[in-house]
């Protein structure tokens, strides 16, 4: 009896690296995980090692590939992963330095100079993205200023989905996705923006080839299959950056159909059926991307770089207290916090407010403030931020009108999050059941590359089962109310208030 075919994917994130094997039907009959290796060599900095990520990569993929053995034969393979986060590959294909994490703020200074060098509209008006500092330039630029000597071996860059099948096949291919976290990417005309690049005085070639989501990248090589636990001669495909990928599984990347990817950083995916090159977007910070399928289909982006991370934050600030615990004591808290306000710019600010000095904050905090009020509060903050950015994207001339909200990951299952985001927002929620949206996007992905699937459309009529019934949360009438009044009254003007704070904190800070 012939084994069934099997489809096999890598999510390689922030904090955790997991692998799935995934049925035709969608459902997940094997996985694996462990957490993402990180290191911190100073404040501010964070940092991967090469070769004990590949390591841990592998422990997961052959994990993986033992427990898969039972229900068939993986025919597929593709990898999602953190967006901005990238490694040099010397001309031997090895890797030079440790990975700079995407949220590393050693970069600050060359963001800076690559914005004064090149002007962000120009960047902007090319890449349809600002000038970044966590972008994969602005850390190509890091390497230069301050290893000449590795920077000058350096052949190629790699993002992290790259760099692993890089390093199962020896093809060295990138995706649009992925490309778009760069700022090296000619939007407009799907191509590496040779112009922009060589006026940095960086070489094109530097970037490797780009593909289709879901092309086939090459095949796992002798060495690969050593020791990943992937058969050998399995096609790997492009899978690419998690949080727009997961628009494949999660069938939102239609134009006017909302993303809101909510992992330990919250991710705002919105469709749209074209480039943006308005100014506003630029000023806000906001970025874009496309993901190439049958089509291009283009993405405007905002979101939270805490999300979950901040309500774990505030749980191990607690004593390491249950989430259980927490959600029941916050549901005996009224909406509104009783007027505490918590900020999320734990890792500086994010759209429509950027600003690399912002901290996060509680505003109005009391002597008999719980901690059920705070945590309340958390939760309120983070759905108060996410509409901040998304109001902003509203009133952009050329951005679809948002007619459904479809909300995946971890923190769907915190029920009083979703009633609280949906009453924030104003609009109910379509809730999935993708709590690894990743993986199936990028299984899908492998699968289109491997030839088992002639279109996502067909891929997701198929897994329909794996894929789940969405859930509809409607907003709490009284609730939105209340947070409405809250939104308009105080929560949209704390951020730019402070703002002249932040920076005046980081000058004292930066003359220490």
């Known amino acids: 009896m012939a084994l069934e075919p099997l489809l096999a994917s890598l999510d390689l994130g922030t904090g955790r690296v997991r692998a799935v094997a995934i049925d035709l039907k969608g459902r997940i009959v094997a996985e694996a995980a462990e957490a993402t290796p990180t290191h911190f060599p100073q404040a501010g900095w964070a940092e991967y090692h090469p070769q004990e990520l590949w390591q841990m990569v592998c422990k997961v993929l052959r994990a993986l590939a033992r427990s898969a053995e039972a229900h068939g034969v993986i025919q597929g393979f593709a990898t999602g992963s953190m967006g901005e986060a990238g490694v040099l590959i010397d001309a031997e294909g090895r890797e030079l330095g440790p990975v700079i994490a995407w949220y590393c703020g050693r970069t600050v200074a060359d963001g800076e100079a690559m914005c004064r060098e090149l002007g962000d509209d120009y960047v902007f008006r090319t890449s349809g993205t600002t000038v970044d500092a966590r972008f994969g330039l602005a850390k190509i630029l890091w390497w230069r200023r301050t290893h000449p000597d590795v920077f000058a071996k350096a052949r190629r860059w790699l993002n992290m989905a790259d760099w692993v099948a890089f390093r199962l096949t020896g093809e060295a291919r990138t995706d649009f996705t992925l490309a778009s976290r760069t700022n090296a990417l000619d939007l407009a005309g ?42 050998e001669g399995l096609v790997v495909s492009a899978g690419g950056h998690d949080h727009v990928i997961s628009t494949v599984a999660a069938d939102s990347e239609a134009p006017g159909i909302l993303l809101d990817s909510m992992g330990t950083a919250e991710g705002l995916v919105l469709g749209n059926d074209k480039p943006i090159f308005d100014d506003r977007l630029r000023r806000g910070g906001n970025q874009q991307s496309v993901l190439t399928l049958d089509a291009p289909h283009y993405e405007l982006m ?133 709590s690894e949206a990743t993986c199936l996007s990028a299984a899908i992905l492998g699968g289109l590359g491997a030839g088992l699937f002639r279109s996502v459309a067909e891929a997701r009529l198929q897994m329909a089962e794996g894929l789940g019934q969405v859930k509809i949360v409607e907003p709490d009438p009284e609730w939105a109310k209340r947070y409405d009044e809250l939104y308009h009254s105080a929560y949209a003007g704390l951020s730019p208030a402070l703002a002249s704070t932040h920076d005046a904190l980081a000058h004292f800070r930066n003359r220490q």
Not at 194 to 207: A, K, Q, T, Y
């Open 302 to 434: 905002c979101g939270l770089t805490t999300s979950g991370g901040a309500i774990e934050w505030f749980r191990r600030l607690v004593g390491g207290a249950s989430y259980d615990s927490l959600i029941e004591e916050a549901r005996g808290v009224p909406p509104g916090s009783h007027g505490m306000c918590f900020l999320p710019q734990l890792r500086g600010g994010d759209q429509p407010y950027p600003n690399p000095n912002a901290r996060g904050a509680f505003v109005g905090l009391a002597g008999d403030s719980t901690p059920g009020v705070l945590f309340r509060s958390v939760l309120e903050g983070l759905c108060f931020y996410a509409r901040l950015g998304l109001d902003h994207l509203r009133r952009i001339d050329g951005v679809a009108p948002i007619t459904r909200i479809r909300v995946i990951g971890g923190g769907t299952r915190n029920a009083l999050m979703m009633k609280t985001k949906a009453s924030i927002y104003g609009q109910p929620l379509e809730v999935t059941p993708l």
């Open 190 to 231: 799907l191509r590496w923006a040779d112009e922009l690049i060589g006026r940095l005085g960086i070489e094109p070639s530097l970037f490797a080839p780009l593909i289709a989501n879901g092309a086939a990248v090459g095949r796992v090589h002798r060495t690969g299959a050593a020791e990943s636990g992937l058969p």
